[in-house]
């Protein structure tokens, strides 16, 4: 009998069970989107590093003699050492007038790579005795519709060679892949390729030698006491620092994804379950307080309280039945949606997607949690009325006068008006959850649509008030500044300004940063540094310029004292004090002048690079003057770099956007419905009473 007259309450209240059935799905399908989406590219990560050997430490190195892999093997904990051959060059690909750029990856004489092996999705390996044949990265291939055979010119060590492609591969080490000087991957102006390990070393006088090393490292032996052993190795050789996997760029990137699903898992889904449970204890409360003579009749005939109590529980657990198989459901596909967006960003061979049962009983059971917590308070209270107390009609609302009125705010307005405001003041906790669930759902919705304005404005500082410069130049090593005589003689180029970037670890007590300085001219027009209220300043003559995010992760401020160690040439240590702190929008880059910055390095003045405004009628003579100069290892277009991230973050920010619009937009409607509903309840109730004590006052 119970259970039919529940099916008959379902029937009646059906609307707002459904209302709040959709906002605790919502909830539901956001934890199984970002849990789901999150334990996707987990183990797509673990089975491709694992099958493909990704490794544990990495490090670079001026040149290093093939008899230090022996020792570097002989370090504790070490599994495996892969040395090669890294170089960024210029290329000259066919049917593209700007230049490209790519970094060049040599592979063992024989054999697949020890440590980072290449999924071959096309084609083979070069061949030993083959220089000029080379693998292109799969991304790098398909953006330019390369085919087994293509040929494109790369300047290596000063002369230009024909490359010939015989292969497209992926590589765990490039997942995601950012060319210098840009935010975004761009897969069309930057690539990875990989040659015989011969050739490659032989073109740089390398033969015999090394200028990169992996290692895979033993479980549980600590990995900073293998970087330590790195560094005492390779500093001799100009090592500018070994790093661990989580430093590495594509897992750096993967890693911070997967820790913002985690986040989103954890929070989103608690402001929709919060707001569930409200609306049950509300809906349950006033089913029961409408149903009180029916609940002292069933205990008057020999109910129990445990009878009445899973009576009404059932009626909540409805809800959480219904809201938990919409919500896995939707949330299920949200989640493949999730995955193949983030197989876009990063460059997997294979998407693992499947349903996660752990993901889904987690799921049942903060529904079922979420439901007891709206509705026991509620039920606990039909449980607790005796029966004669039940069947006696509660006594009639006692009104009176409030803040309003002694205030005077009455008399302003009409009779309608008057009620709505004493309606409120008679439940204020109850108003108050009411305009919190409605605040959520603006929250939400203001915070999704703070993105799109939070990308416009990355863009506009980073790219129109900070970086100005058309193109940006990286040489193959440090040049003298006379060098800036030839750059200014390129075609087509109106204004140069030099840079110097210099890797360094930076300490301040027992907090460290490995991150490069920017060695600026003090005062510069087109790579401008901005202070905190998005102004240039002027770099000082003597201390480091640090970005919040960076003066944050080493505990500093201006005026205190940070170690800086040199990760290249003299290796030269230095305290310095930190003369300013400034906003940064994009990493965590610290500013020093430059002329300081070579006096720190115990060098003459010399440059990395230089940041150019060109001339747009001339820009095709210059993209032909970059392709054959061999100082030039990277070229970065500005327009190229903001292309790309308006493109991506255009597709997967409107995908994210409409998500959260349309959960923000469940959430206002459930609150709102759902309190209309029983106020007019109410209304329908006490109207009697309503009208006589008002016309009493």
């Not at 310095?576 to 929008?585: F, K, L």
Request: net charge neutral.
């Amino acid at each position: 009998m119970l259970d039919r007259k529940m099916l008959r309450d379902l029937r009646r209240l059906w609307s707002q069970v459904l209302a709040i059935a959709l906002v605790m799905a919502s909830g539901i399908a956001v934890f199984v989107m970002a849990l789901t989406t999150m334990r996707n590219l987990e183990e797509t990560r673990d089975a491709y590093y694992e099958r493909y050997r990704f490794p544990d430490v990495f490090a670079h190195v001026k040149r290093a003699p093939e008899s230090l892999v022996a020792r570097l093997a002989a370090i504790p904990g070490v599994n495996a050492v892969a040395p090669r051959v890294v170089v960024d060059v210029n290329l000259d690909v066919p049917g593209m007038s700007e230049p490209a750029s790519a970094r060049l990856v040599s592979l063992p004489r024989r054999g697949a790579p020890l440590l980072n092996d290449l999924f071959l999705q096309v084609g083979r390996l070069p061949a030993p005795r083959a220089p000029d044949e080379m693998v292109a990265a799969a991304a790098f291939a398909e953006a330019h519709a390369l085919q087994t055979g293509d040929a494109i010119g790369a300047i290596i060590n000063g002369r230009k060679r024909t490359l010939t492609m015989v292969g497209i591969a992926q590589s765990p080490e490039f997942l995601y892949t950012i060319p210098p000087g840009t935010l975004m991957p761009d897969n069309r102006h930057f690539g990875i390729l990989w040659l015989g390990h011969d050739a490659l070393a032989s073109a740089y006088d390398l033969s015999g030698a090394f200028n990169d090393v992996s290692l895979s490292v033993q479980r549980g032996v600590p990995v900073d006491d293998v970087i330590a052993a790195v560094d005492r190795l390779l500093a001799p050789y100009g090592g500018i620092g070994a790093y661990a996997r989580k430093y590495q760029t594509s897992d750096f990137f993967l890693s911070g994804e997967i820790d913002e699903l985690k986040l989103m898992a954890r929070s989103i889904p608690a402001i929709f379950l919060a707001v569930a449970a409200f609306l049950l204890n509300i809906v349950v409360s006033r089913l029961i307080a409408t149903e009180r003579e029916q609940v002292g009749l069933l205990k008057a005939v020999g109910y129990g309280s445990t009878a009445v109590g899973l009576h009404y529980l059932k009626l909540v657990f409805v809800v959480v039945l219904v809201a938990t198989v919409v919500g896995s459901a939707v949330g299920t596909y949200l989640a493949g949606v999730m995955t193949n967006i983030y197989g876009e960003f990063f460059d997997f061979p294979l998407l693992l997607k499947q349903v996660h049962g752990a993901v889904l009983s987690l799921a049942i059971t903060v529904g079922v949690v979420a439901g007891l917590v709206g509705g026991v308070t509620a039920v606990w209270r039909a449980v607790q009325l005796p029966p004669a107390e039940a069947m006696r009609s509660p006594a009639p609302t006692a009104y009176y006068k409030g803040w309003f009125d002694f205030l005077g705010i009455a008399r302003l307005l009409r009779a309608p008006g008057r009620m709505v405001i004493r309606h409120l003041t008679r439940w204020p906790f109850r108003s108050a959850l009411t305009s919190l669930g409605i605040a959520m759902a603006v929250a939400l919705l203001v915070s999704a649509l703070h993105w799109l304005d939070s990308i416009e404005m990355l863009i506009e500082v980073q790219f129109e008030r900070q970086a100005r410069q058309d193109i940006t130049l990286t040489f193959v090593e440090p040049l003298s500044a006379s060098a800036m005589t030839d750059v200014a003689a390129l075609p087509g180029v109106l204004a140069v300004e030099p840079y110097r970037a210099v890797p360094t670890m930076l300490r301040a007590g027992h907090r460290s940063r490995r991150e490069a300085i920017i060695g600026l001219r003090a005062v510069n027009d087109l790579s401008r540094v901005l202070d905190t209220n998005l102004r240039p300043i002027v770099l000082p003559k003597q201390g480091l310029v640090l970005s919040s995010t960076l003066a944050e992760a080493l505990a500093v401020s201006a005026g205190d004292i940070v170690s800086v160690e040199v990760l290249e040439a003299r290796r030269t240590r230095a305290d310095v004090r930190v003369a300013e702190v400034i906003e940064s929008y994009v990493g965590a880059p610290a500013y020093m002048e430059i002329a300081t910055l070579n006096a720190l390095l115990r060098e003459g003045p010399q440059i990395s690079g230089a940041n150019l405004i060109v001339d747009g009628f001339k820009i095709d003579a210059l993209y032909d003057r970059i392709k054959t100069t061999p100082m030039i290892a990277g070229t970065a277009l500005l327009s190229e770099a903001v292309r790309p991230l308006r493109e991506t973050l255009a597709e997967t920010i409107t995908i994210m956007v409409t998500f959260y619009v349309g959960f923000a937009s469940v959430i206002a409607f459930g609150v709102v419905y759902n309190s209309a509903r029983i106020s007019l309840s109410e209304r329908a109730r006490v109207g009697c009473d309503a009208g006589v004590g008002f016309l009493a006052r």
